[in-house]
Structures are given as C-alpha cells and as structure tokens.
C-alpha cells in the first residue's frame, strides 16, 4: 500500500467528519494472553485503513475545521521506549510513520492527553471508533457530544479500490494453493489437526498470515457451519470441508471446498454435492450491480429446495443462515445481506448443505469482484463457470 491510498482514504472520511468536530481513530489494543505474554497483534481495520500502520499503541486524530493544514491530521505513535526496543525490537521512528501514512504531523503518545483536551473544547462534536476511548472521554470532559465513525467508515470500505482487490486477489491464490496442497496430502484416518498444519504452513510460506482459523472439518463435523474444534479425523469414504482464508497484506480472501477423501465421491456424497454446486452457479451468475446478497440467497435456496425435493431429503435443509458476505480488510467485511450491490465491491458465494443425519456436509465458497456489467471470479470457482 502506498502512502497515497491511505491519505485519500483520510481525505475521503475527512468529508464526512464536517469541519466543527474531530475525528478519534484508535488502532486495536493488544490482549494479553497470560503474564507480559499476547496474543498475535492485529491492528484495527479502520485504523489501517486511514494510516497504513500496523504498530499496536497509535492513535488517529482528524480535525477537518483548522486552519492550519499541518494540525488536521495528528498522528500519536508510541516510539522507542527502553522496555519495548529490547524486548521486542525498535518501533516506528516519527518519520517511517509520516512516510507510511502520507500524515506530516506524528507526535508521541504522550502528547496525546493535551491535544485532547485542546482539540475537544474547540471541537465538542467527537466521533471515535473505540468503546474505551468514548468512555475515557465521557468522564474527561462530560459536555463533548459522542458519535461514531463506523457508519462512514463502513461505507468508505464497501468499494474496494484496485489496489484492494489485488491483494484480495493475492490472498484468494494463496487460499486456493493451500487448499490444493492439504487436498494433495489428504489420506485416511488423518487429522484434521494436521491438515490445518498444511494449510497454515502453506499460507505462512507464501508470505501470507491467516484471516481466521481454518475450518478444517472431516465427515458428520461438516454438518456443523463453524466446526472450530479440528479434533477429528478423516475417513477411507468420507468428505473433508476446508473453509480457509489467507491474508495478504491484511486483505482477505476466504474459500471453501469440500472434497472426498478417496478422490471419489460416493453417489450419495455426490448427489448432495451437486445441489450445493447447481446452487452456487446459480449464484455466481446473479452477481451484478443492484441486487443483494439476500436476493442471491434466496435464488440459491429456492434451487436447493426444488432438488432437495427430488432427492427425497427434507426441503428444511437448505434453510440455513445468510452467509455469504462482504470481504476486504475484514473477512466479514462491512455491509450486509441487504447492501444493494455496486462495482468494486466484493462479497463471498457460499451456499452449502448439512445432512446431519448422512453425516455430510458440502459448502462451496468463492470471492467475486462486482463489475460495471456483472462479476468477476477472484478465486477458481466451480469449473464450469
Ligand atoms: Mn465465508
């Protein structure tokens, strides 16, 4: 990303911002996971989105109404602290900050309490993006009013710029290359743990990180949408479903497959396969600007049910929740079922199947790019589309 997408980005909320009040964009706190020990850091969306920062312990501050052009964008950075460089290596220095953000003013957290104080009693309308932070000033000074910037920000991230949808892109080749490989390692009685490890080292490898844990999920744990546990096992004739995304500079992608252990579906493995892939083609094809991913649903749905029909299976079966979605920064990404669809938004395909009964689950999922005239694939798809 370059220091230009992420200053329009600025420039764009600024607009929404209006020039009596502040904006107050906090990146993610850290989580501890245990002593001075945490968890993998991942910086709030938002604040990536607005400064091309990943470093835990920033803080964003957009005021649109001062004169000086130098004072509308501050940028708080921890810097270099003798604990932090020794332990975990040296921070951002001030000017690697203004190069990546594109933002002139970076100034130390530390100033940060007295650029509050002075920016809230000139400014009192202040919208945030952090629970804490809208607590800390509602104590702090009782008579700002408090808003959100989610909304505007939300709508800013539905459209997804080139640079955006490459890295999208990139994540959906490095998902589908892992799914490739673990399909390629796949054999009976083998672990659903060690084919998560498969994925993720190949993820890793190819220079990605993951944007959530892979659903690894062999037989009857297919039926469940969001089988987290991976403490199963494959079987000589059963399926394995792989739900697994790749992040690559922090853009996701998130794919599904769900393939036979042997190679070879059994018809009955097949002909529930089938309904789930008509479906999704059924889908993909729908995909254009002005419809949503709800209308979408419901032509996947009413496809499913005609053939479930046919097959003898219970009709109720197709009637699992909307989970196609948005995709970007976030894997869910903002909007809903209900965002009417616009070029350069990008949302998932995902209809699926879950035959507790039969102990077979099949969801097929890919990433789809909408276009002027329609869609575009971003990952491979079902192979006759
Ligand atoms: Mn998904």
């Known amino acids: 990303m370059t220091p230009q997408f992420h200053t329009?980005?600025?420039?764009?909320?600024?607009?929404?911002?209006?020039?009596?009040?502040?904006?107050?964009?906090?990146?993610?706190?850290?989580?501890?996971?245990?002593?001075?020990?945490?968890?993998?850091?991942?910086?709030?969306?938002?604040?990536?989105?607005l400064t091309g920062i990943s470093e835990a312990q920033a803080v964003l501050i957009l005021a649109p109404g001062q004169s000086n052009p130098k004072a509308r964008e501050l940028l708080f950075i921890s810097g270099d602290s003798n604990h932090t460089s020794q332990w975990q290596g040296p921070r951002l220095a001030p000017e690697q900050a203004s190069d990546m953000s594109g933002v002139a003013s970076v100034l130390p957290l530390n100033d940060l309490p007295f650029y509050l104080s002075r920016l809230t009693s000139r400014f009192p309308n202040v919208s945030v993006n952090d629970d804490e932070r809208a607590r800390n000033l509602r104590q702090q000074f009782p008579t700002i009013a408090l808003s959100s910037v989610l909304p505007a920000l939300d709508q800013l991230r539905l459209i997804?710029?080139?640079?955006?949808?490459?890295?999208?892109?990139?994540?959906?080749?490095?998902?589908?290359?892992a799914i490739q490989v673990a399909v390629a390692a796949l054999k009976p009685n083998q672990s659903e743990f060690e084919?998560?490890?498969?994925?993720?080292?190949?993820?890793?490898?190819?220079g990605a990180r993951l944007s959530f844990d892979p659903i690894v999920a062999a037989d009857s744990n297919s039926t469940y949408i969001h089988y987290p546990a991976k403490t199963g096992h494959t079987s000589r004739h059963g399926l394995i479903l792989f739900?697994?995304?790749?992040?690559?500079?922090?853009?996701?992608a998130d794919i599904s497959r769900t393939v036979p252990v042997s190679g070879t579906f059994t018809k009955r493995q097949q002909a529930i396969y089938d309904i789930v892939k008509k479906a999704q083609i059924i889908g993909i094809k729908a995909h254009r600007p002005g419809t949503t991913i709800a209308e979408i649903d419901a032509l996947m749905r009413a496809s499913q049910i005609e053939d479930l029909k046919a097959f003898g299976l219970p009709t109720t079966l197709a009637d699992y929740p909307h989970i196609s979605h948005h995709l970007g920064l976030d894997v869910h990404d903002t909007g809903s079922a209900y965002t009417k669809l616009e070029p350069g938004m990008v949302v998932t395909c995902e209809p699926g199947l879950y035959v507790r009964d039969e102990g077979i689950g099949v969801r097929l999922e890919d990433d789809i790019l909408i276009t002027a005239d329609g869609y575009e694939l971003l990952s491979s798809g079902p192979e006759v589309v």
Do not use: C, W
């Not at 245990?34 to 968890?39: L, M, N, S, V």
């Not at 997804?160 to 290359?177: F, G, M, S, W, Y």
């Not at 084919?195 to 190819?206: C, K, R, T, Y």
């Not at 739900?243 to 996701?252: I, K, N, R, T």
């Open 243 to 252: 739900d697994v995304g790749a992040e690559f500079g922090l853009y996701a």
């Open 8 to 49: 329009q980005n600025r420039q764009a909320f600024a607009k929404h911002i209006g020039d009596d009040a502040i904006a107050i964009i906090d990146t993610a706190a850290t989580i501890t996971r245990r002593g001075d020990y945490e968890y993998p850091y991942r910086p709030d969306s938002n604040f990536y989105y």
């Open 160 to 177: 997804k710029q080139p640079v955006e949808i490459d890295l999208i892109r990139r994540a959906a080749a490095i998902t589908e290359q």
């Open 195 to 206: 084919l998560e490890g498969i994925l993720i080292g190949s993820m890793l490898s190819a």
